[in-house]
């Protein structure tokens, strides 16, 4: 089950203070490439990794690796990195699982790969209507729908240690499935997920038989059975990259801040199918349509809109 998260105050380590100051000068010269800063750019630490997700709030991402497999994730204004940077502020206030737990979040409501189980997430479609109250009931449902994706996909990397591929592959390299099939268990679809033959293509005979018990998570409001528009951005820069599969420790931009899935506008196919979109797709059908409802990594559901081409793209790369 979920471990209650308390607050800690934790001192911040020399190497993660030199990075902001790096971080804050640059800002300070306006330069442009501080929206996204990795270690290889500040040489000052080889362990942070983050940028700006939020520029009209001024609001910066960061994830500092304090061993290989714990992580301190950081939210701050540029007001709290002018202060680190200036040595008036040497400790942040984060949160905790629990005492031993090598982690530490930027949310009590975070989630840690080491402690925490998905399961216990549910009901999130009513809670939607205090935390998106003008949202329609189609939108509140998409929403939900994708916070049940986004939550079985980190429940698959709590199992494998690792993410769903985007599709598998048999001996000479043919497509099989999609990552939408193997994620059936985390969705409470075991039944489902029994009655796929994982050695036959997708499209096979005995396969077409699963098509129409399309999982109600997979659902859309105007698209027939067995069709889907949640998709994943498949790339090498995402966490769907065509020829193998991704880990937590390798998103440096942070979990909050690299989306998982989206429900498209435009693209739609059969959900068993290994089909999903490219970024240039995306960007386009974001374009074309001025929002898209997205999963991100940590699990959290937005409705992404006035934002531009350039930042939308960004959202999407580990």
Not at 251 to 278: E, F
Request: charge should be negative.
């Amino acid at each position: 089950m979920r471990q209650p998260k308390h607050g800690v105050s934790v001192e911040l380590p020399a190497a993660f203070t030199d990075f902001m100051r790096d971080v804050h000068q640059r800002v300070a010269d306006g330069d442009k490439a501080a929206t996204t800063i990795e270690s290889s750019d500040l040489l000052q630490c080889d362990r942070v990794y983050g940028g700006l997700y939020d520029s009209a709030k001024r609001r910066y991402g960061f994830r500092y690796f304090h061993t290989d497999e714990h992580t301190w994730d950081f939210d701050l204004h540029l007001d709290d990195i002018s202060a680190i940077a200036t040595g008036s502020t040497t400790h942040l206030n984060l949160w905790q699982c629990k005492k031993g737990c090598g982690c530490l979040h930027a949310s009590e409501n975070s989630y840690c790969t080491h402690c925490d189980s998905i399961r216990h997430f549910d009901d999130y479609e009513s809670r939607l209507r205090i935390h998106e109250p003008h949202a329609n009931d189609n939108t509140r449902k998409v929403m939900a729908n994708l916070r049940k994706v986004g939550l079985a996909i980190l429940d698959y990397h709590h199992e494998h240690d690792h993410f769903p591929p985007h599709t598998t592959h048999d001996d000479s390299g043919n497509q099989l499935h999609s990552w939408r099939s193997l994620i059936l268990p985390h969705l409470g679809e075991d039944t489902i997920f029994d009655m796929i033959a994982f050695d036959q293509p997708w499209d096979s005979e005995c396969n077409r038989k699963v098509w129409n018990h399309r999982p109600s998570a997979y659902s859309s409001d105007d698209r027939d059975v067995p069709l889907t528009q949640i998709v994943a951005v498949v790339g090498s820069e995402t966490i769907w990259p065509n020829s193998q599969h991704r880990a937590w420790s390798e998103i440096k931009t942070g979990t909050s801040h690299t989306i998982a899935a989206v429900r498209s506008n435009r693209l739609t196919t059969n959900w068993m199918q290994p089909l999903d979109s490219d970024i240039g797709a995306m960007v386009n059908d974001f374009q074309e349509n001025d929002q898209m409802v997205a999963v991100f990594v940590d699990g959290h559901v937005d409705t992404i809109r006035n934002v531009s081409k350039e930042r939308f793209r960004e959202l999407f790369f580990i």
